[in-house]
């Protein structure tokens, strides 16, 4: 036969009455054969319920888990770099001062060392090649004509 | 893809066995589903990102996933085996390892029958507070019922079992 106060056991053993309430129950469980009956069957549940071992397998928990992370894997142009929150601001803070001294050093620079340093470029048309020997003569059999005038040349020189 | 791997790995060493055992009796000791089911929820776990579900609240989402699937497992294996009932049960049932204490495994699977004479709900409240040591609190975030409710499930729970074990172990209360 149950006693009415068999439920504020259930909640003494899972530790949740108020200190005042736990009181209360204890100083009736050590009264009343029923609860104390009750107390004891549902601490030996627990150890039942609680002594239930599942087969360790760690090797299939370790397969479980390498299917799991390898089940997500994205494609590369979704992966993002992670990079820390101090990296990124020095990287910020660096560019910026970058910036800033470009603006400046253009803005300091006088104009007239600006247009010197300025590249001049001049379209000249290249002076015709009179002494030159016109090879494309040679296309034409001048060649002849060539070595004589040079033979002459040589002539004159050794006279 | 949005769990940090390492976080994952964490957490998943932390209560995978837990979350297994937890369906395994919840499922009456079908500890192949108990496994596959374990591991569909921390595959929704890890696909979470890590803005929709803080590290503290992991574990209540897992058992909160798990019980889900376990559930319909349950409608599913109910319909399905409708008409072999009880000889599929004993033909699915684990032979017991020849290491293993026969008396214990006799417990255990006295425990188990036990519990899945139990309402789901009342099964699943017992299991969470006694395996899984949760608090009613806890125990109400994760079935996603009241406290007062969790209270008497469990206390209706204990009773039902109390009277079934002690009929079962021949003690008269």
Same mark, same amino acid.
């Given at each position: =036969?149950? +006693?009415?106060?068999?439920?504020?056991?259930?909640?003494?053993?899972?530790?949740?009455?108020?200190?005042?309430?736990?009181?209360?129950?204890?100083?009736?469980?050590?009264? @009343?054969?029923? @609860?104390?009956?009750?107390?004891?069957?549902?601490?030996?549940?627990?150890?039942?319920?609680?002594?239930? $071992? #599942?087969?360790?397998?760690?090797?299939?928990?370790?397969?479980?888990?390498?299917?799991?992370?390898?089940?997500?894997?994205?494609?590369?142009?979704?992966?993002?770099?992670?990079?820390?929150?101090?990296? @990124?601001? *020095?990287?910020?803070?660096?560019?910026?001062?970058?910036?800033?001294?470009?603006?400046?050093?253009?803005?300091? =620079?006088? #104009?007239?060392?600006?247009?010197?340093?300025?590249?001049?470029?001049? %379209?000249?048309?290249?002076?015709?090649?009179?002494?030159? *020997?016109? *090879?494309?003569?040679?296309?034409?059999?001048?060649?002849?004509?060539?070595?004589?005038?040079?033979?002459?040349?040589?002539?004159?020189?050794?006279? | 893809?949005?769990?940090?791997?390492?976080?994952?790995?964490?957490?998943?060493?932390?209560?995978?066995?837990?979350? @297994?055992?937890?369906?395994? +009796? *919840?499922?009456?000791?079908?500890?192949?589903?108990?496994?596959?089911?374990?591991?569909?929820?921390?595959?929704?776990?890890?696909? %979470?990102?890590?803005?929709?579900?803080?590290? #503290?609240?992991?574990?209540?989402?897992?058992?909160? #996933?798990?019980?889900?699937?376990?559930?319909?497992?349950?409608?599913?294996?109910?319909?399905?085996?409708?008409?072999?009932?009880?000889?599929?049960?004993?033909?699915?049932?684990?032979?017991?390892?020849?290491?293993?204490?026969?008396?214990? $495994?006799?417990?255990?699977?006295?425990?188990?029958?036990?519990?899945?004479?139990?309402?789901?709900?009342?099964?699943?409240?017992?299991?969470?507070?006694?395996?899984?040591? =949760?608090?009613?609190?806890?125990?109400?975030?994760?079935?996603?019922?009241?406290?007062?409710?969790?209270?008497?499930?469990?206390?209706?729970?204990?009773?039902?079992?109390?009277?079934?074990?002690?009929?079962?172990?021949?003690?008269?209360?």
């Amino acid at each position: =036969m149950d +006693c009415h106060f068999t439920e504020k056991i259930s909640l003494l053993i899972d530790d949740e009455l108020t200190e005042e309430e736990a009181k209360e129950a204890t100083a009736h469980l050590s009264d @009343c054969v029923a @609860c104390q009956r009750a107390h004891d069957d549902f601490l030996r549940l627990r150890g039942e319920i609680n002594s239930y $071992a #599942v087969a360790s397998d760690f090797v299939a928990q370790r397969r479980a888990l390498r299917r799991i992370l390898g089940a997500e894997k994205p494609p590369l142009w979704r992966r993002s770099i992670r990079l820390p929150v101090p990296a @990124c601001a *020095l990287l910020l803070v660096a560019l910026i001062s970058l910036g800033v001294w470009l603006a400046f050093v253009r803005q300091s =620079m006088p #104009v007239s060392k600006e247009a010197e340093m300025k590249p001049q470029k001049v %379209l000249t048309r290249p002076a015709p090649a009179q002494d030159l *020997l016109d *090879l494309a003569r040679f296309d034409r059999g001048e060649r002849a004509a060539i070595y004589k005038v040079r033979r002459a040349n040589q002539g004159d020189i050794e006279q | 893809m949005a769990r940090d791997n390492e976080e994952f790995t964490m957490i998943f060493n932390e209560h995978y066995r837990s979350l @297994c055992r937890f369906l395994e +009796c *919840l499922l009456g000791g079908r500890s192949d589903v108990a496994q596959e089911i374990a591991q569909e929820s921390f595959l929704r776990f890890y696909r %979470l990102e890590d803005d929709d579900l803080p590290t #503290v609240e992991a574990r209540f989402w897992l058992y909160r #996933v798990a019980r889900n699937l376990a559930l319909n497992e349950l409608s599913k294996r109910q319909t399905r085996h409708q008409l072999l009932g009880k000889v599929t049960e004993i033909l699915r049932r684990r032979p017991p390892d020849p290491e293993e204490n026969l008396e214990r $495994a006799e417990r255990q699977q006295i425990v188990l029958e036990l519990l899945k004479s139990l309402p789901e709900q009342q099964r699943a409240a017992l299991l969470l507070r006694e395996q899984e040591e =949760m608090s009613y609190r806890e125990i109400a975030h994760v079935l996603n019922i009241t406290e007062s409710k969790v209270k008497v499930d469990i206390f209706r729970a204990r009773g039902a079992m109390r009277a079934s074990w002690n009929k079962a172990v021949g003690i008269s209360s």
